[in-house]
């Protein structure tokens, strides 16, 4: 399938790629039991063919370099670090992180951080952030009564997003428009009537960006439309940042939206992820950013998610943490950090370069051109049902059932044939 | 206009506001009765040898990576955990009956455990099923299960202020009058705050209640091998238990006998009636972290699981774990022996007949007060201690200050 020559892209995809071990890109984890995600790993597990190649991965493996570096010297530091103290830290969790997180999110210099009216609290990960923020919404948002929704979620999303709110209570979820299959893009004016519909008070969770699970994000120009949208309609965002810089290798533009709507003088919520963009998948490093218009309300709110977090995990754990506040802290390896994400956001972009390229020579139906249009580790193929099966049981090639694949997991061994196997899916008629 | 404008503050943890108020005092000979975490005699948090040992291999092996761990956690971890609770010779874990929710601490193993009961126990999101904690208790406790929706929670009879011990007729009472089905919630060892548990024949009395009144069996165990400086020792409460048949859960923290307070490590074991019924439990359990954490953080139940699983580690550990419970015991002794010394009224048998980091002092708010304000000696209003906070420079004042407030203030 190779033509005579490497491209040039090819080359680079190849120098850089990590040649370990195929299984790499596997943990059962975020996978229920039972759940088509568990099918889905265990049917992999279990197939025998030589070509299998498994793309519904969470792309951990890319971060391997990074983290034997930087990152296991910053631990061996802090294992022989004689003052370190082993004792119970804030239920808000370490002051540093917390700073240095919330400065990601909003920018060093923004006024709402200038004002000091930002509460920031560590979370054990994503999930747990995106879990404190539900509860505190359950709690006060409505002070008079016990708020339960709407809420209002991108169609598609996460699929755990629903219960996650749910689990705190609230059980009114609905969905907005967001990925239109047809453009194989965002439709703006759907999602746009969605929100104007929303009844006041609704919450509106939003993806800043690298939108899970189809990679379609917003432009800034949409981004300032829907944030009037928002005001007009007194609806409330939650910000969800998950592999944020994995998007555009850019920590700033890739939380842009939180920066202007912070700008805007408006209140959110922000749940943000540190596991993936440090390789630290394991220790579930988490922010929870939440934007108040006066610090008058600073305390009371802080005190409040502290009595929140004491009956869920009472602290959170602090190894994590310390690698990310290190990094961050410190402009050297904040350049080493930075450099490593450039690499991996640019190896992504050339792997979605190759993909359309292959699929315009062999001249495979469709327009691909959201592949390069979109960025970041996944990417919404665009296959239906039928189209995903066929891979899975006849190629052996497994997307997630959303029909999003993770990108890292194509390499130069690989590539070729999953190139063939989509095209095989989109020609052959069922 | 924000939408927060109303939310009122919500009060402060006690113990950590006393921390607080002791770090802002500039008192030179202030001592920090109110932590629930262990120091050495130089007053000091304490990284136990094994533990940066264990820590320094981890780091260093290249193998690792940091993936993330599976929902319910670090297999191995789970799987030690439960057996250091249950014993090496478990017949019900031979059964294979017995699983684990590696959780982040201590509390996390009870929400987890909390939210399932709630969801899954005494009929289908049954909120009204009666939760008994102890009175006195680790305040905690009732944040928990109110939060995992309970709506009924009650306290059951047990310190018994006047013959400073334990209320068992109270206890027994309050067992043979809960409603059928209801939840205990019983610390396995090292009671927070009294430092007062029931002797094996006590257990005995308390456990023959439970069973012939289907009582749930919810064991928080966050001192073992702490208490009385022997594992096996301080899990007699919970193997017996296991051994009379309860279905049963187990909330552990590693947080006092590792020291990693702040790697946030818990196990919750579940001991059910057999695999087929473990399964089934397991698999809610897994949804319920899904949505809470999802997956737990990887460090803390490394290093607890490697240790646990090498004959070498665990013993350096045991004996680590034996020198913090020895250095309490020693504390104990030396203070009555001040108190009787001084002459000090009451009797004060109960310091050196209590168990864990704990005392119930007996002292009443008023002396509290005095020992705080006016001696710059901080503990809980309860008149609890803890005895880590205590060291051989600073006991004589102590006992001194204790001496002041009994005999002044009323």
């Given at each position: 399938?190779?033509?005579p020559?490497?491209?040039?892209?090819?080359?680079v995809?190849k120098?850089?790629?990590?040649p370990?071990?195929p299984?790499?890109?596997?943990?059962?984890?975020h996978?229920?039991a039972?759940?088509?995600e568990?099918?889905?790993?265990?049917?992999?597990?279990?197939?025998?063919?030589?070509?299998?190649?498994?793309?519904?991965?969470?792309?951990?493996?890319?971060?391997?370099?990074?983290?034997?570096?930087?990152?296991?010297k910053?631990?061996?530091?802090?294992?022989?670090?004689?003052?370190?103290?082993?004792e119970?830290?804030?239920?808000?969790?370490?002051?540093?992180?917390?700073?240095?997180?919330?400065?990601?999110?909003?920018?060093?210099?923004?006024?709402?951080i200038?004002?000091?009216r930002?509460?920031g609290v560590?979370t054990?990960g994503?999930?747990?952030?995106?879990?404190l923020g539900?509860e505190?919404?359950?709690?006060?948002?409505?002070?008079?009564?016990?708020?339960?929704?709407?809420?209002?979620l991108?169609?598609p999303?996460?699929?755990?997003?629903?219960?996650?709110?749910?689990a705190?209570?609230?059980?009114?979820?609905r969905?907005?428009?967001?990925?239109?299959?047809?453009?194989?893009?965002?439709?703006?004016?759907k999602?746009?009537?969605?929100?104007?519909?929303?009844?006041?008070?609704?919450?509106?969770v939003?993806?800043?960006?690298?939108?899970?699970?189809?990679?379609?994000d917003?432009?800034?120009?949409?981004?300032?439309?829907?944030a009037?949208?928002?005001?007009?309609?007194?609806?409330?965002?939650?910000?969800?940042?998950?592999?944020?810089?994995?998007c555009y290798?850019?920590?700033?533009r890739?939380?842009?939206?939180?920066?202007y709507?912070?700008?805007?003088?408006m209140?959110?919520?922000?749940?943000?992820?540190?596991s993936?963009?440090?390789?630290?998948?394991?220790?579930?490093?988490?922010?929870?950013?939440?934007?108040?218009?006066?610090?008058?309300?600073l305390?009371?709110?802080?005190?409040?998610?502290?009595k929140?977090?004491?009956?869920?995990?009472?602290?959170?754990?602090?190894?994590?943490?310390?690698?990310?506040?290190?990094?961050?802290?410190?402009?050297?390896?904040?350049?080493?950090?930075?450099?490593?994400?450039?690499?991996?956001?640019?190896?992504?972009?050339?792997?979605?370069?190759?993909?359309?390229?292959?699929?315009?020579?062999l001249?495979?139906?469709?327009c691909?051109?959201?592949?390069?249009?979109?960025?970041?580790?996944?990417?919404?193929?665009?296959?239906n049902?039928?189209?995903?099966?066929?891979?899975?049981?006849?190629?052996?090639?497994?997307?997630f059932t959303?029909?999003c694949?993770?990108?890292?997991?194509?390499?130069?061994?690989?590539?070729?044939?999953?190139?063939?196997?989509?095209?095989?899916?989109?020609?052959?008629?069922f | 206009?924000?939408?927060?404008s109303?939310?009122?503050?919500a009060?402060?943890?006690?113990?950590?506001k006393?921390?607080?108020?002791?770090?802002e005092?500039?008192?030179?000979?202030?001592?920090?009765?109110?932590?629930?975490?262990?120091?050495?005699d130089?007053?000091?948090?304490?990284v136990?040898?094994v533990?940066?040992k264990v820590?320094?291999?981890i780091?260093?092996d290249?193998?690792?990576?940091?993936?993330?761990?599976?929902?319910l956690?670090?297999?191995?971890f789970?799987s030690?955990?439960?057996?250091?609770?249950?014993?090496?010779?478990?017949?019900?874990?031979?059964?294979?009956?017995?699983?684990?929710?590696?959780a982040?601490?201590g509390?996390?193993?009870?929400?987890?455990?909390?939210e399932?009961?709630?969801?899954w126990?005494?009929?289908?999101?049954?909120?009204?099923t009666?939760?008994?904690?102890?009175?006195p208790?680790?305040?905690?406790?009732n944040?928990?299960?109110?939060?995992a929706?309970?709506?009924?929670?009650r306290?059951?009879?047990?310190?018994?202020a006047a013959?400073?011990?334990l209320?068992?007729?109270?206890?027994?009472?309050?067992?043979?009058?809960?409603p059928?089905r209801?939840?205990?919630?019983?610390?396995?060892?090292?009671?927070n705050?009294?430092?007062?548990?029931?002797?094996?024949?006590?257990?005995?009395?308390?456990?023959?209640?439970?069973?012939r009144?289907?009582?749930?069996?919810?064991f928080?165990?966050?001192?073992?091998?702490?208490a009385s400086?022997?594992?096996d020792?301080d899990?007699?409460?919970i193997?017996?238990?296991v051994?009379?048949?309860?279905?049963?859960?187990?909330?552990?923290?590693?947080?006092?006998?590792?020291?990693?307070?702040?790697?946030r490590?818990?196990?919750l074991?579940?001991?059910?009636?057999d695999?087929?019924?473990?399964?089934?439990?397991?698999?809610?359990?897994?949804?319920?972290?899904?949505t809470?954490?999802?997956?737990?953080?990887?460090?803390?139940?490394?290093?607890?699981?490697?240790t646990?699983?090498?004959?070498?580690?665990f013993?350096?550990?045991?004996?680590?774990?034996?020198t913090?419970?020895?250095?309490v015991?020693?504390?104990r002794?030396?203070?009555?022996?001040?108190?009787?010394?001084?002459?000090?009224p009451?009797?004060?048998?109960?310091?050196?007949?209590?168990?864990?980091?704990?005392?119930?002092?007996?002292?009443?708010?008023?002396?509290?007060?005095?020992?705080?304000?006016?001696?710059?000696?901080?503990?809980?209003?309860s008149?609890?201690i803890?005895?880590?906070?205590?060291?051989t420079?600073?006991?004589?004042?102590?006992?001194?200050s204790?001496?002041?407030?009994?005999?002044k203030?009323?």
């Amino acid at each position: 399938m190779s033509g005579p020559g490497s491209s040039p892209n090819e080359k680079v995809v190849k120098q850089n790629e990590d040649p370990g071990d195929p299984f790499s890109e596997f943990t059962n984890a975020h996978v229920p039991a039972g759940s088509p995600e568990t099918r889905l790993l265990s049917a992999f597990k279990n197939d025998t063919h030589t070509r299998k190649a498994y793309l519904a991965g969470r792309g951990k493996s890319a971060w391997k370099t990074f983290e034997l570096r930087l990152v296991r010297k910053i631990k061996q530091q802090r294992s022989t670090d004689p003052t370190s103290r082993p004792e119970y830290p804030s239920s808000l969790g370490l002051t540093e992180f917390t700073r240095r997180a919330t400065e990601v999110a909003l920018g060093k210099s923004s006024r709402a951080i200038m004002e000091d009216r930002v509460l920031g609290v560590q979370t054990p990960g994503f999930t747990a952030a995106v879990r404190l923020g539900a509860e505190l919404l359950r709690h006060w948002y409505d002070v008079c009564a016990v708020w339960s929704g709407p809420v209002y979620l991108s169609s598609p999303c996460d699929d755990s997003l629903a219960g996650i709110f749910q689990a705190a209570g609230i059980q009114d979820i609905r969905d907005y428009y967001y990925w239109d299959d047809t453009q194989r893009n965002v439709c703006l004016e759907k999602l746009l009537e969605d929100l104007s519909k929303a009844p006041q008070q609704s919450v509106v969770v939003l993806s800043a960006s690298a939108h899970y699970p189809t990679g379609a994000d917003l432009s800034q120009n949409q981004w300032a439309v829907i944030a009037n949208v928002i005001m007009r309609r007194r609806l409330f965002p939650f910000f969800l940042l998950p592999p944020q810089a994995l998007c555009y290798g850019d920590l700033e533009r890739g939380s842009w939206p939180v920066h202007y709507c912070a700008s805007q003088g408006m209140e959110l919520l922000c749940a943000q992820s540190f596991s993936h963009c440090f390789g630290l998948y394991g220790e579930a490093v988490g922010h929870l950013l939440c934007v108040l218009k006066q610090n008058s309300l600073l305390f009371s709110m802080e005190s409040q998610a502290v009595k929140i977090v004491r009956s869920l995990w009472a602290q959170p754990s602090v190894g994590g943490a310390h690698v990310v506040a290190t990094v961050l802290s410190n402009p050297g390896h904040l350049i080493e950090w930075k450099e490593e994400v450039k690499c991996i956001v640019e190896r992504c972009m050339l792997i979605r370069e190759l993909l359309r390229e292959r699929l315009r020579l062999l001249g495979t139906p469709g327009c691909w051109d959201h592949l390069t249009q979109q960025g970041g580790l996944y990417c919404f193929i665009g296959l239906n049902g039928e189209q995903l099966e066929f891979l899975s049981k006849k190629r052996h090639v497994y997307l997630f059932t959303s029909g999003c694949l993770n990108v890292s997991a194509i390499n130069s061994r690989n590539l070729d044939y999953i190139v063939e196997s989509i095209h095989l899916a989109v020609t052959t008629s069922f | 206009m924000s939408v927060f404008s109303e939310v009122p503050q919500a009060p402060p943890v006690a113990v950590f506001k006393l921390s607080a108020d002791f770090r802002e005092d500039s008192h030179p000979q202030k001592v920090n009765l109110g932590v629930g975490a262990y120091r050495t005699d130089d007053c000091q948090p304490w990284v136990l040898p094994v533990v940066k040992k264990v820590e320094r291999l981890i780091v260093e092996d290249g193998s690792l990576n940091h993936e993330y761990l599976p929902i319910l956690g670090l297999p191995e971890f789970r799987s030690a955990s439960s057996k250091v609770a249950l014993g090496d010779d478990s017949a019900a874990i031979k059964d294979n009956r017995v699983g684990g929710v590696q959780a982040l601490g201590g509390t996390g193993a009870l929400r987890i455990g909390a939210e399932f009961l709630r969801r899954w126990y005494n009929g289908v999101n049954n909120t009204a099923t009666p939760i008994y904690v102890s009175a006195p208790t680790w305040e905690n406790h009732n944040s928990v299960f109110a939060d995992a929706g309970f709506k009924d929670i009650r306290p059951y009879h047990y310190w018994d202020a006047a013959k400073r011990g334990l209320d068992l007729d109270g206890l027994l009472d309050d067992l043979e009058k809960a409603p059928e089905r209801s939840v205990f919630v019983l610390h396995a060892c090292a009671h927070n705050p009294t430092g007062t548990d029931p002797t094996p024949e006590e257990w005995k009395k308390i456990s023959e209640i439970m069973k012939r009144r289907s009582l749930f069996v919810f064991f928080d165990s966050a001192y073992q091998g702490f208490a009385s400086g022997d594992l096996d020792k301080d899990a007699w409460a919970i193997r017996y238990f296991v051994s009379e048949g309860f279905e049963l859960f187990v909330a552990q923290s590693f947080s006092k006998n590792f020291g990693l307070y702040n790697e946030r490590v818990g196990n919750l074991t579940v001991v059910a009636q057999d695999g087929e019924n473990l399964s089934r439990i397991l698999s809610q359990m897994e949804k319920i972290v899904r949505t809470t954490w999802s997956n737990p953080p990887s460090q803390g139940a490394r290093i607890v699981s490697k240790t646990l699983n090498s004959p070498e580690l665990f013993a350096e550990w045991k004996g680590n774990v034996k020198t913090m419970a020895e250095r309490v015991l020693l504390m104990r002794d030396q203070l009555k022996a001040k108190l009787q010394a001084q002459g000090t009224p009451g009797t004060w048998d109960h310091i050196t007949q209590q168990i864990g980091m704990f005392s119930f002092t007996g002292l009443n708010p008023k002396q509290v007060e005095y020992m705080i304000k006016e001696k710059h000696v901080y503990l809980m209003a309860s008149g609890r201690i803890n005895m880590c906070g205590l060291t051989t420079k600073n006991i004589d004042y102590v006992a001194q200050s204790i001496h002041d407030a009994v005999t002044k203030v009323q």
